[in-house]
């Protein structure tokens, strides 16, 4: 025979209370650093004398991509 336990009843309520509380999201989006266009120029002569498949390539496209990100994020509101 099973224990009948009313402590039960009193919790599941709360517990159903809580799961059913929507946290409110916060977005912010991070600043974007500015270049000077002379130094965005000499960064693109720079990256254009690495070899191909140089890591250092692929990671200033990620950056690439994230900066693209931000700027989105951005317009979204931001």
Do not use: H, N
């Amino acid at each position: 025979m099973q224990c009948f336990r009313p402590g039960w009843l009193l919790l599941a309520p709360m517990l159903l209370s809580i799961a059913a509380c929507e946290t409110a999201v916060s977005k912010t989006c991070p600043a974007l650093v500015t270049y000077a266009q002379a130094d965005m120029d000499k960064a693109d002569d720079e990256l254009d004398a690495l070899p191909a498949g140089s890591m250092v390539r692929i990671m200033i496209a990620d950056y690439g991509a994230t900066r693209a990100e931000i700027r989105a994020c951005r317009s979204d509101g931001q």
